[in-house]
Structure formats: C-alpha cells, structure tokens
C-alpha cells in the first residue's frame, strides 16, 4: 500500500515492552510489520505529508461487528496500538485520556473517539476487548482482527511492534510504539503525540480539532 509505505519516511516510534503468552507458533517470536522512519516528536503532521500516514481500514470491534475507521467520519479520533495484556503503556494512556476527556467535558465527549487496535491477533478478542475497556471512563471503541489484517495497518500508520521471548513462564513479550494518532473530522491524521505528552498537551489540541469540525 502506498500511503502505508510513504508513512515508513515519516515517523520512528518509541518501543514499549509489554507482557503476554507464547504466539500461535514458534516462527511468531519474529519482528511483525515495518520499520518506521523518522521521528516526530509530539509535533503536528504538516499538510503535505498527512496523506501519506494513516487512513481507512477495517477490523472488528468489541461488539464482534465489522468495523470501518471511515465510520468515525465528523468526529475526531485519538488512535493507538497495543493490547490487553500490557502492563504499562496501554493502560497509563487510557487512564490519560480518561483525564483528557474529564478535561474537555461532557460536550465533548460524543464527539472525540478513542480507537485502541490490539496488536495481539493471538489472544485479544472482541469479548476481551470490551471487558477491558469497560475499566476507562471514555469513548472508546477497542479494535481486533487476524495478524494477516493487523500488519497492514501498523505499517500504513508507520509504527511497529514484535514478539519477544520472555524466557519465564510468562510467555513472550510484546514490544510496540506508543505513539497516539489525533485523527480529524476528515479522515486525516493532523498530529502524533508521544507517549510521554500530559493531558494538558493533548487537551488544546484536541479543542483545535473539535472547533474545524463544524
């Protein structure tokens, strides 16, 4: 695809380690999706360049329905990878934008959309998903799918995760970006920001975003 093989010159991802199980089969320990390029760090996507990260795909949600990106058309969209089992980055970013969405009040809420897409083909599961966003007061719509339809997407938003060996009874290790996607109304991602941006950093942009909506 071209625009995910464009998004490969834009951005180099920070990686994570975050717990798991063993993959399906032994060959899954190895490196899933592309490397990414250079780094942004926190910055907004210039103009030029926002046609080649990101853009429409499809999944399944936490209901077990089909799930486009287009869907969220009009709204604006805050995306990230990562899967249930992560000890640490996925659930700090979610607990962050609970804070976020506490920040920007209940008006806003409807109309900013949380998207998290596991990584984990082999253990998240729609039902999965739902349980744990239950624990996060927000909008937020928890994505899965077969590793054969994941890849693609990781690489047409320029990040990267891979499996790792843990060598413990814990399984193997999953390593992804954290990056965070500000998606806006028209489809097109506007701004990446890094993990370690506050809520106070994510908030004004986020209002920027909701005031071109209309």
């Known amino acids: 695809m071209t625009r995910g093989l464009s ?3 834009v951005l180099l991802l920070a990686l994570v380690g975050c717990g798991g199980n063993p993959p399906e089969t ?16 926190g ?3 210039p103009a ?17 329905q089909p799930f486009h990106l287009s869907q969220l058309q009009g709204k604006t969209v805050l995306l990230f990878f990562g899967y249930t089992l992560c000890p640490d980055a996925c659930p ?13 009040g209940p008006e806003a809420k409807d109309d900013v959309v949380t998207v998290f897409v ?10 999965k998903m739902k349980e744990y966003l239950e624990y996060f007061d927000i909008n937020a719509i928890g994505l899965s799918g077969t590793k054969a339809q994941i890849d693609p997407i990781v690489a ?10 843990s060598g413990s009874a814990a399984g193997y290790l999953v390593n992804h970006s954290t990056d965070l996607y500000l998606i806006d109304a028209k489809g097109d991602v506007r701004y990446v920001f890094k993990h370690k941006d506050p809520p ?5 942009v986020i209002r920027e975003a909701l005031s071109q909506e209309a």
């Open 7 to 9: 998004a490969l010159l």
């Open 26 to 41: 032994p060959q899954e320990t190895a490196k899933s999706a592309a490397p990414a390029g250079p780094a942004q760090d």
């Open 43 to 45: 910055k907004a996507v």
């Open 48 to 64: 030029l360049q926002r046609y080649q990260l990101g853009g429409d795909f499809t999944l399944t949600d936490q209901n077990g």
């Open 92 to 104: 700090t970013t979610l607990s962050k934008l609970a804070r976020v969405y506490s920040m920007l």
């Open 118 to 127: 596991s990584v984990d083909s082999g253990r998240d599961n729609p039902q």
């Open 156 to 165: 047409q938003y320029g990040a990267r995760y891979e499996f790792t060996d």
């Open 200 to 204: 106070d950093v994510l908030v004004p």
